[in-house]
């Protein structure tokens, strides 16, 4: 027991400091007006009452929860199909995989740079495959409101799904050969036995890759920084972009940090929510 | 000039460091100045080594920032506020003076800075630096809208370069109709959502009589209505993309031979005329913008100047290199290298900067009368909502101008009500 305390210090001054610190204080600073034009000023939940009746906020919530959920729901079935595809593979499966991997692995602001390129309206690659040599018929993908907010799903898709990919084969391979052949045997055809067989067994990996997903996008950023900055009219704006104007560009420390705030609890929200669920069906299995 | 200068900022309080201290050649002091990732870095070493010679007891570090005003703004602002005393001298962007000095982060140079030598530079650009009667800077450059055409293809049709908008418009239809080319538009400018846009926007709100300020007023709702429904959705005028175009796409588009008019700061003159990079050198002529009729033509103003930090612990040094990156010198040396417009007006009539800027001498009343954007401490939230609104208002073709504006002024209201939080 005696041993234990300083054993315990290492990890504890670290959770506290990078964990527990930031947190906390963020909580904290949502509580004060502070501008460098105003001071710093106790004004309670006051930025809360002003972030529920900010229009402009409300719209990003908005485009948030469209982002999270449209973009989380194809990378699942998306990466599902992949990993079906590759394990299928036995010739060269690693490079394969590699291959895969490459979209998870290139940085998030690189891919968007690339992305905003392929979307683009004189020089893009989109433009060249949809409308090849007729120039006059390209189109401005990012100057639109649903063009816009779909390029950037269609961007945080391509680049997630291989992380759900790469999840679902680890599950797809914990799946015993002898079940599958004894539903072969018993006459299921392959829709029946990857409904009934295989997504009953990788459910519970199918669930940590969404607990993953949910929390990385409701805090989106870096998609949404290089590709649009929000544009056009702030229909591309999401939360976290919309805290960051607040608390850099405009120096409205407070309520930047009442956004870091909200933000923070709609993902613990749904995150226990996720866990709760993922520990159940981990117990039942 | 030094002596005086030192007893000015010591009477005004703002030496701290001991005067007493060091002549040349004793000690060496560091400055550092933190400034935008030049176009021109070999300018700027030569202007910092021009200014070790002269001063052999002051060391410049320079530390460039981000390229982009705002991400500048960002950096800045953070180290300002923490009390950084590891800046000395920064660039400030002519909208950000009224902010750096109510926050309490630049310098007041009242003293140093006297109202002679004010007079040398642009009105607009003094004014710019001054907040609440004090002066917090001293220009640099300054930046104005300028109208670029293709003179080739307004001679061959017989066209005049424009003065009011609708005859821009007109002048372009008739060209597009007679080229009949699927990749020439009539006008490329600044319009995707950022600062830029509030420039393009102001300009053309203002030369119908219009304020910027007061967007609902009829004016500037039909100021918007005509860059809505001319400008941005009327076919071939622009390209489709001219909503997420910032300066960069839009100078390319006019440089490649893709547009008959484009907006832009003077900078893009030496661009345009580099045969390396144009596909149009030698067919580019320039003029002030047009106006609506009835209306005067606008140009935004511009442009970057230098302050001090108030944190900064050699604000005698700092500013004897201020004075040096202002002198008519260095402000010469910017001009006929990198093409910036002088804030001295008497180098407007200097040989070497006409002789490498021919456009400066036309252009000279357009940068005298250039209008500022509003001015307050609160301008990045004000920019902001009126990025939103302006996008809206010209990029959707349905938008209800008038009821979008009551609502982007309401909320400026309270931006300034609020006065920060």
């Not at chain 1, 591309?236 to 309520?255: A, I, N, W």
């Not at chain 2, 060496?28 to 030049?38: A, E, F, S």
């Not at chain 2, 007679?178 to 830029?196: C, R, T, V």
Request: aromatic content about 10%.
């Amino acid at each position: 027991m005696r041993a234990a305390l300083p054993m315990m210090l290492p990890a504890a001054v670290f959770l506290c400091g990078f964990l527990l610190f930031p947190v906390v204080s963020t909580m904290i600073n949502s509580l004060y007006h502070d501008s460098p034009l105003t001071g710093r000023e106790f004004c309670g939940l006051d930025n809360y009452r002003r972030l529920a009746g900010d229009d402009q906020a409300l719209e990003t919530v908005e485009f948030t929860f469209v982002f999270a959920l449209s973009s989380v729901a194809l990378e699942m079935v998306a990466g599902v199909l992949i990993a079906l595809a590759i394990s299928r593979v036995v010739l060269g499966r690693g490079p394969l995989r590699a291959v895969v991997i490459l979209p998870w692995a290139v940085p998030t602001v690189v891919a968007a740079v690339m992305w905003k390129y392929i979307f683009n309206d004189q020089y893009g690659l989109l433009n060249y495959l949809v409308y090849g040599d007729s120039v006059a018929m390209y189109r401005a993908w990012l100057a639109r409101p649903a063009t816009a907010r779909l390029a950037i799903i269609a961007a945080d898709v391509w680049k997630a799904s291989s992380f759900v990919a790469l999840i679902a084969l680890a599950g797809l391979q914990s799946v015993p050969q002898q079940l599958m052949e004894a539903a072969r045997i018993d006459g299921a055809g392959p829709v029946r036995r990857f409904f009934h067989v295989t997504l009953p067994l990788i459910r519970p990996a199918l669930l940590v890759a969404l607990l993953f997903r949910v929390m990385d996008a409701f805090r989106v950023f870096d998609l949404v920084f290089v590709m649009t900055q929000g544009a056009p009219a702030g229909q591309t704006s999401v939360m976290q972009y919309f805290g960051y104007l607040k608390m850099f560009p405009e120096q409205q420390y407070g309520y930047g940090a009442a956004v870091s705030v909200v933000v923070f609890a709609i993902i613990a929200a749904l995150s226990i929510v996720l866990v709760r669920t993922v520990g159940r069906r981990g117990l039942v299995e | 000039m030094d002596a005086r200068v030192m007893c000015a900022l010591a009477t005004t309080g703002l030496l701290l460091a001991a005067c007493g201290g060091g002549g040349p050649g004793e000690t060496v002091t560091g400055i550092t100045v933190v400034t935008w990732r030049p176009n021109s870095p070999g300018t700027w070493d030569r202007a910092i080594e021009m200014f070790e010679e002269a001063n052999p007891d002051v060391r410049v570090e320079l530390q460039t920032g981000p390229s982009s005003s705002t991400q500048l703004h960002d950096m800045l602002s953070q180290r300002l506020r923490n009390r950084d005393a590891s800046v000395d001298v920064f660039v400030m962007d002519v909208v950000w003076p009224p902010e750096f000095a109510a926050a309490g982060w630049a310098r007041p140079l009242d003293e140093a800075f006297g109202p002679e030598a004010r007079g040398r530079f642009f009105e607009g650009t003094v004014e710019a630096v001054t907040w609440e009667g004090s002066v917090y800077g001293v220009p640099f450059f300054l930046d104005a809208g300028v109208l670029y055409y293709r003179t080739d293809l307004l001679s061959r049709y017989g066209l005049q370069p424009p003065e009011t908008w609708g005859e821009m418009v007109r002048a372009a239809d008739s060209v597009l109709l007679g080229e009949d080319d699927p990749s020439l538009y009539g006008y490329s400018a600044q319009m995707a959502q950022y600062e830029g846009l509030v420039c393009d926007m102001l300009e053309l709100v203002g030369s119908a009589g219009g304020d910027l300020m007061q967007p609902g007023d009829e004016a500037a709702v039909r100021a918007l209505r005509f860059a809505r429904d001319s400008l941005v959705h009327l076919a071939g005028m622009t390209p489709p993309g001219i909503l997420t175009y910032k300066e960069q796409e839009s100078l390319e588009l006019f440089a490649s031979g893709g547009a008959v008019f484009h907006r832009n700061w003077p900078y893009a003159w030496a661009l345009c005329a580099d045969t390396a990079g144009s596909e149009i050198a030698g067919k580019v002529g320039i003029s002030s913008l047009p106006s609506f009729p009835g209306g005067e033509s606008v140009s935004a103003l511009g442009g970057w100047s230098f302050g001090i930090s108030a944190y900064s612990q050699h604000p005698e040094e700092a500013w004897r290199f201020v004075e040096h990156m202002t002198s008519p010198e260095v402000q010469r040396m910017f001009a006929v290298e990198v093409g910036k417009p002088p804030a001295r007006r008497a180098l407007y009539a200097d040989s070497a900067v006409l002789a490498a800027n021919p456009h400066f001498g036309p252009m000279e009343a357009v940068f005298e009368a250039a209008a500022p954007r509003p001015r307050s401490p609160l301008y990045p939230q004000i920019s902001h909502r009126l990025q939103s609104f302006l996008h809206e208002a010209v990029g959707d073709p349905d938008s209800r101008i008038p009821r979008m504006a009551r609502e982007a002024a309401a909320d400026i209201a309270e931006i300034l009500e609020r006065a920060g939080g």
